[in-house]
């Protein structure tokens, strides 16, 4: 009698992201899954019943190790600005590494192809903003910031523009001034 197969679900995650990267959000299906990690349609099921429920996961692991990375530069009794500003720092230094970028790309297309994953990140990303006070000088550096270095690195990621090094260089360097000013009006 054979032993059944350990499903990981780790290893399918990474599969599915590369499916994602390689092919395109759209070809991420739970047979394209099944076929890449050499299992059944009902194997891939076993861990993620449906679709959804795969995209689920991919959210939630890439935004638990985003929150451990900004809970690590923030530290532990940071209120809304220093959570901010390292989220600005992390999302900088991510461009630096080329496997972390690529993969928030993926989840960048991920995300395209789910509504429900799509309001949920829509959700998380205007939670940054609250708290803040627009009428504070130090509030709008931040906003700023934070636009500067989201916009930047989207239109890096997906492509739309090819910084040159130096120009992204720059790009932080100006980042960096902005959110030094934030924080010494803070």
Avoid at 20 to 48: D, H, K, P, W
Avoid at 50 to 66: F, G, N, Q, S, V
Avoid at 95 to 114: C, G, I, K, N
Wanted: proline fraction near 1%; charged fraction near 35%.
């Amino acid at each position: 009698m054979s032993r059944r197969k350990k499903i990981d679900r780790d290893r399918l995650l990474d599969l599915a992201e590369s499916i994602v990267r390689e092919r395109g959000a759209a070809a991420l299906t739970v047979a394209a899954l099944a076929r890449a990690a050499g299992i059944t349609n009902g194997g891939v099921q076993y861990s993620f019943a449906t679709k959804e429920h795969l995209l689920t996961a991919m959210y939630d692991r890439w935004a638990e190790e985003y929150d451990t990375k900004v809970a690590a530069l923030a530290g532990d009794d940071a209120d809304r600005r220093a959570i901010l500003r390292a989220q600005i720092i992390v999302a900088r230094e991510e461009e630096y590494d080329p496997v972390t970028r690529d993969r928030t790309a993926v989840m960048m297309a991920v995300l395209m192809q789910s509504p429900e994953q799509l309001e949920r990140y829509r959700k998380d990303c205007t939670e940054r903003l609250d708290g803040l006070d627009f009428t504070r000088e130090e509030d709008r550096r931040l906003l700023l910031a934070l636009m500067a270095m989201e916009g930047a690195f989207i239109m890096r990621g997906f492509g739309f523009m090819t910084f040159r090094d130096d120009a992204w260089d720059a790009l932080g360097e100006e980042i960096d001034k902005i959110l030094d000013e934030s924080g010494k009006n803070a």
